[in-house]
Structure formats: structure tokens, C-alpha cells
T-cell receptor, first 115, second 116 residues
Framework: NAGVTQTPKFQVLKTGQSMTLQCAQD?????MYWYRQDPGMGLRLIYY???????DKGEVPNGYNVSRLNKREFSLRLESAAPSQTSVYFC??????????????FGDGTRLSIL | AQSVTQLGSHVSVSEGALVLLRCNYS??????LFWYVQYPNQGLQLLLK??????LVKGINGFEAEFKKSETSFHLTKPSAHMSDAAEYFC??????????????FGTGTLLAVQP
């Protein structure tokens, strides 16, 4: 069972470069999410997609864009990377939109450093 | 808005000792609460969840948590710590965005160290 798969696992960028983080889930989930994790701050929601064809901003969307390519895939793009975007990025999915008792399932993360 | 507070960013226990990780929440509606564990260089894994019903919730790896509405708490416990329990633990509350989807609000995490 693959669950949620993120690529790449590690990446180093220079300031101003662009990059797309990929995420795919094989659990037939409707909702998908992108978080960033920084020391002492827990996880903060960047963007989410309640269902295929919809995306919405989370808590910290500035500097990012997303695409829900299909039901399985949800990508996160950094158009012009900045050192403040150095972080660990997690993708997650949940089964059914609108049901607050549904847990989210997480990928193993992408560790991104911006020099 | 809902929020979660985890008291103690670092907790250290001896192997075989009781583990107690604290979580308090703020919510204007009945909360749905979760505990996740993160091992080094891995993603978050669900330990347990409280939705409705029984207030004592049992999870994986011998962990359990008790929902106490009067104290707005959802503390995580394990009677006897094992070396393999060393990890970071996150408490989270689920917030519904107008029926569109559920958003998790995370605490800042507690790093558990287990001493031999």
C-alpha cells in the first residue's frame, strides 16, 4: 500500500528558482492538502483541495500555487523560491470532504532548502 | 477559531515509566481531536482519534487518550515507555470549512525522549 507519495524527498534550490513538488494518493480520497513544517511551529496549512477541480488557500499561501491535476494528484509550485520557504513540506489526503471525523493520511515529506 | 496547545515542547522519560503528553484545545463546537506521531524523517502517522462516544480512546502501540470536556483536554498516555516511542507527537483538532472539507489545526508538537 503506497498511500500518499511525495516526490522528490530532498531538494536544494537557489533563491529565485522555481520548483514543483508532486503528490499522489492511491486511496481514492477526495480531499488533499499541503502543509509546511517548521521547528517549533507545528504544521501549517498552505493550500487544500476539497475535491477534484477545487483549490483554496490555507493559513500561509503566499509564494505558492497549487494544481489539482486529477483526483489522485495535487502539486505545489514555488514560482520564485525564497530562503523563508526552506522547510519540510507534507502532502496529506482524507477520504470525504466535509466530514470532520475523517483523519488525514500523510506522505513522508519533501525536505526543501533554499540558499 | 479553534486552537490547540501542547504543554512542554520536550518531555523525557525513563524506559518503563509512564508517558504523559498534554494537549488542551479551544473550540466553540464539539471538537474532533487527533494525536499523530512523527518518527525521524517520516511523515505523520495517526495514533488515535476522538469523534463522539466513549471519552477514553485507545490507539496503536499501547497509547490512549481521554477526552475531558470540563478541562478542554485530550492528554495522551502510555503506562510504560519503550525506546521505540521516541518521536515527536502532535495533537490536532479538526475544523470544518463550511461543509467543504475538514482542516486540521495542529499544536506545536512535543518531542518525547526515552532514556534507557
Amino acid at each position: 500500500n503506497a498511500g500518499v507519495t511525495q516526490t522528490p524527498k530532498f531538494q536544494v534550490l537557489k533563491t529565485g528558482q522555481s520548483m514543483t513538488l508532486q503528490c499522489a494518493q492511491d486511496m481514492n480520497h477526495n480531499s488533499m492538502y499541503w502543509y509546511r513544517q517548521d521547528p517549533g511551529m507545528g504544521l501549517r496549512l498552505i493550500y487544500y483541495s476539497a475535491s477534484e477541480g477545487t483549490t483554496d488557500k490555507g493559513e500561509v499561501p503566499n509564494g505558492y500555487n497549487v494544481s489539482r491535476l486529477n483526483k489522485r494528484e495535487f502539486s505545489l509550485r514555488l514560482e520564485s523560491a525564497a530562503p523563508s520557504q526552506t522547510s519540510v513540506y507534507f502532502c496529506a489526503s482524507s477520504r470525504r470532504a466535509g466530514q470532520v471525523n475523517q483523519p488525514q493520511h500523510f506522505g513522508d515529506g519533501t525536505r526543501l532548502s533554499i540558499l | 477559531a479553534q486552537s490547540v496547545t501542547q504543554l512542554g515542547s520536550h518531555v523525557s522519560v525513563s524506559e518503563g515509566a509512564l508517558v504523559l503528553l498534554r494537549c488542551n484545545y479551544s473550540s466553540s463546537v464539539p471538537p474532533y481531536l487527533f494525536w499523530y506521531v512523527q518518527y525521524p524523517n517520516q511523515g505523520l502517522q495517526l495514533l488515535l482519534k476522538y469523534t463522539t462516544g466513549a471519552t477514553l480512546v485507545k490507539g496503536i502501540n499501547g497509547f490512549e487518550a481521554e477526552f475531558k470536556k470540563s478541562e478542554t483536554s485530550f492528554h495522551l498516555t502510555k503506562p510504560s515507555a519503550h525506546m521505540s516511542d521516541a518521536a515527536e507527537y502532535f495533537c490536532a483538532v479538526s475544523e470544518n470549512y463550511g461543509g467543504a472539507t475538514n482542516k486540521l489545526i495542529f499544536g506545536t508538537g512535543t518531542l518525547l525522549a526515552v532514556q534507557p
